[in-house]
Structure formats: structure tokens, C-alpha cells
């Protein structure tokens, strides 16, 4: 069965069962077994909601990742086994639209299905909205295991990329591979809406390289009709993909299957002063604070030599720059760049850099806890190449990542003896021409995120990327109802 579909029903069907009462639905449609489209028929995105998955968090609620505008007010309605009911909807961040971007009215919501017990176990949710059409989507079961008190976690540490987009700089993915693997995570969330040929090349070859399990999870644009102008568009009208939203997916999907999981950009490393490795800093930090939900790490801008910027081949690629680069003396102050390692069973709602709400810790009426980490005792490194909207101004030499660009070298030529990148690819790579106009728009948007919304769409219509670079999109992954 596929992760999610259409429901096509019969005529003997009897759609009664899917009218819970007090929920207002238009006349029983049934959808032709011959229907190929993938996108909703009329142009007005406020009917419509669509949903990427659903997780059982517990014996009594499924959580699904909803993406709507503010101003659809329609009731989503369920079917889970003998239970019928409305779905609870709640805005992912504290308002609906996001306080730092009015503009965008299409956000994350996140949906409840409530009162369940252990005796409701199907596999599969019905879905449907004023719209009539009826939908499924299968139910991931991410529950705390069976008769374990305190379980043990496939995975020490994992990491969840948010919703990837217009990624060809391939270079900076091995750099990002080798800081990680070495570090010793074991579980990688790839959440993803384009990617260059090259860069998911490069990803297989990690996939078949390294005892780490690599999942790609496709996280599409919004699906529309072909003739949609940009104003009828909700991709016009969502933050980046929502990508506080993705995160939210990645962290219901990692529940006790990772124990830690680090929420960073490709670009971002954490160097944790001393000894420690960071499994061993994460656990002593759980130690000292047993009701910590996440760990923040400060960050401050790193600046590294452009040997990679024009390579020949993956092989060719020079750990040398990370062993002396220049750093900015001070850290951001929080929120700016910080990043968080979290206990995902833990978080409720996330962001990618601010503190949001955790769970309730069982049996209680008290949260889980967000931790700060000292920057003297670890912090994030941000390897960024194009120049951003803040500086904190003095910089120092470094060389904390010497001995462990000497590990990356040589665990990658290991990596070489064993597996091979396509033959037939171009792998040629300079830093496409789009990389810094698509920086320079994303500012512009920003600086305006009170009067625009702050969308990829408007910016890649400017640019025609398509036209510069072979871009993979990944295939239509909302259901809508």
C-alpha cells in the first residue's frame, strides 16, 4: 500500500460512516477509479487542506502534519477503525500566521485525533473535509516500545535535515557526511524538495558506504494546477516550505528510534571543547538535566578558504580548509543561528531556532526542560559561503578542527576502496551563478517579510534556476482534502 492516496470507492459503498454528526459535508463524491490528477481541481487554495503524514504518538492520539491557510475555517473530519470524529486543529508555532511573517497565511498545523485506546490499530486513516473528497493516509507508529520503562534506541545520535531545496553545492555535503559519521551518528532524516543529480548520487554512495541508515523523505511543493497563476499559488504564501513544520515531521518520525537528534543546516558543525566526543557531551548533559528536551548550542560564523568552490571530482575534495580557519570571536545571542539536539519523544512543537513547546512529562503537570549550552563548553561553527544579515564583528584564528579533519580525510578515502559515484554524471563543480542572486532575494524577502511573505517561488520565477542547473524535484507528497 502506498503512503497515502486517494480513497476510490465503489457505488456499493456506503458513505454514511463518513458523516460524523454536527460536521457539514457536501453531497458523497466518488472519484472515478480512472482519475489521474494530482492536484486539486479549482484554483482557490483556501478550500483545500493537505496533510504529509500521520503518527501515532501514543495509545490515545495520532498527530498529522497539516498545512492550510489561516483563513480556511472548513472542519476536517476522521475514520480510524470504529472511530469517527473531528480532527483538532492547532497552530504549529504561537500564531496563525507566524508574528514575523504576516504575509504568509498558508502554515503548519498540527492535527489531533484524541481518545483513542489501545484496541484502535489500524493502519490506515480516512480523511475528508468540506471539499467531499475523501482521502487516506497510512499511520506511522512511533509509540514508546512495549513494556520498557526506559527503552533502548536503535540510534545513539541521528540528525534531521529541514526541507532541502535547490541543493547542487555537493562539496559541502561530504564535508557535512564525514563531520557526522565521525561523531557517530547512525540515522539521517533527509527532508527534501530538490536536489542536483550529483547531490543524490553523493548521498547513495554514503548510503552504501557507511553503517548509517540515510532516509530521504520527500517534502514536495504544495501540488496545484498547471494554469495556477502565482496568485492563486499557496507555494506564493508558505514560509520556505514551512520548514518549522518539517521539523515537526522529522522529530514525531525519530521518536524512540533516536535518542538524540541534532537539528542543523548542511553548513553548520558542533565542537564541543575537551575530550568529549558529542555523544558523550549529550549524555552528560541528559545526566545533570534528566527533564531536558533539548540542548541549544550558540553559534557563531566561520570563514574558510574557496579550495572547494571549484573541484574536479568528489574525490579531489581538500579537508585542509577546516583545519585553520578564521571564526567570529562572539557567538550569536539567542535565537539568531542557534541549533538544538533534541530528545524527540520529548518535543511537542519545534522551531528551528527558538524554543517552542515540550511535552508534558508523564504523570505530571510540569514540561520537559530546553537547556542552554555554555558556549565555552561547546558551540555551533556556521561555514557559510554567502554573506548573511549580521555580523558580531571580531574574528580569531582557529585550529579546533585539525585532528578531526585528519579523521574525516581518511574515513572518506576508506569510503573509496569500497564503493564508486557515477561515471556518467558532470562532476565538475563551480558555485552556480543562481547561489548568490537566490541569497541576494532571499535578504530582499526578508527585510519585507512584514509586507511579503518570505516564499521560494517568487524568487526562483526571478531567476529561472531551472535554466542554470539540472535540478531532481521530488514527486507530489500531500495528500488534499
Known amino acids: 500500500m502506498s503512503l497515502y492516496s486517494f480513497l476510490y470507492l465503489p ?11 454536527n460536521i457539514y459535508f457536501k453531497e458523497s463524491v466518488y472519484v472515478d477509479k480512472t482519475r489521474t490528477e494530482i492536484f486539486p481541481l479549482t484554483d482557490d487554495f483556501r478550500e ?30 476522521y475514520v ?35 481518545k483513542l485506546t489501545s484496541d484502535d490499530n489500524d493502519e490506515v486513516l480516512v480523511l475528508k473535509s468540506k471539499t467531499g473528497i475523501v482521502a487516506r493516509i ?15 534506541y536503535p540510534h545513539t545520535l541521528g540528525v534531521c535535515l529541514q526541507p532541502m531545496y535547490y541543493v547542487t553545492d555537493y562539496p559541502m555535503l561530504i564535508q557535512f557526511f564525514e563531520f557526522w559519521l565521525n561523531e557517530g551518528s547512525t540515522k539521517f ?23 548509517a541508515e ?17 496568485k492563486q499559488n499557496p507555494n506564493a504564501y508558505w514560509f520556505r516550505l514551512e520548514v518549522f513544520l518539517g521539523i515537526f515531521d522529522c522529530m514525531m518520525r525519530a521518536r524512540y528510534n533516536v535518542k538524540y537528534i541534532a537539528q542543523t543546516d548542511l553548513d553548520e558543525t558542533i565542537f564541543v571543547n575537551g575530550s568529549q566526543t558529542l555523544i558523550e557531551y549529550m549524555e552528560s548533559m541528559n545526566k545533570k538535566h534528566p527533564d531536558l ?22 574525490f579531489k575534495f581538500s579537508f585542509e580548509p577546516y583545519e585553520a580557519f578564521i571564526a567570529d570571536v562572539a557567538v550569536f545571542k539567542k535565537p539568531l543561528y542557534t541549533k538544538m539536539i533534541h530528545r524527540p519523544e520529548r518535543d511537542f512543537k519545534v522551531h528551528i531556532h527558538r524554543s517552542q513547546l515540550p511535552e508534558l512529562i508523564p504523570g505530571t503537570n510540569k514540561r520537559y526542560k530546553h537547556v542552554d549550552a555554555p558556549p565555552m ?62 541569497e541576494i532575494c532571499r535578504q530582499k524577502q526578508n527585510k519585507a517579510r512584514a509586507q511579503r511573505c518570505h516564499n521560494l517561488l517568487e524568487c526562483e520565477v526571478h531567476l529561472d534556476i531551472e535554466k542554470e542547473t539540472s535540478l531532481i524535484r521530488a514527486n507530489n507528497s500531500w495528500i488534499y482534502v
Open 11 to 21: 457505488r456499493s459503498v456506503d458513505l454514511s460512516r463518513f458523516k460524523p454528526q
Open 48 to 77: 483545500y487542506m493537505y496533510i504529509r503524514s500521520a503518527f501515532r504518538v501514543s495509545d490515545e492520539e495520532i498527530r498529522l502534519s497539516v498545512i492550510k491557510d489561516v483563513n480556511n475555517t472548513n472542519s476536517l473530519a
Open 80 to 114: 480510524y477503525g470504529d472511530k469517527q470524529g473531528r480532527v483538532v486543529l492547532e497552530c504549529h508555532l504561537p500564531t496563525c500566521p507566524d508574528f514575523f511573517s504576516p504575509p504568509c497565511t498558508v502554515n503548519g498545523y498540527i492535527g489531533r485525533i484524541l
Open 138 to 152: 497510512n499511520v506511522e507508529d512511533v509509540r514508546k516500545p512495549a513494556k520498557h520503562k526506559n527503552p533502548t
Open 189 to 211: 532524516y533527509f527532508y527534501w524538495e530538490s536536489m542536483s543529480p550529483q547531490v543524490k548520487d553523493l548521498i547513495e554512495f554514503y548510503q552504501a558506504t557507511s553503517n
Open 214 to 230: 540515510i532516509e530521504l523523505i520527500p517534502w514536495s511543493r504544495l501540488p496545484v494546477s498547471p494554469t495556477v497563476t502565482i
Open 293 to 314: 528536551v533539548d540542548v541549544q548550542f550558540l553559534s557563531r560564523r566561520a570563514y574558510i578558504n574557496g579550495s572547494n568552490e571549484k573541484i574536479s571530482h568528489p
Open 377 to 438: 563548553e561547546a558551540s555551533v561553527f556556521h561555514f557559510r559561503k554567502q554573506s548573511g544579515m549580521y555580523s558580531t564583528g571580531k574574528t580569531f584564528n582557529t585550529t579546533s578542527f585539525a585532528a578531526k579533519a585528519e579523521q574525516w580525510l581518511a574515513n572518506f578515502e576508506n569510503r573509496q576502496l569500497t564503493s564508486q559515484l557515477s561515471e556518467t554524471l558532470d562532476w565538475v563543480y563551480s558555485v552556480p551563478k543562481f547561489a548568490h542572486a537566490l
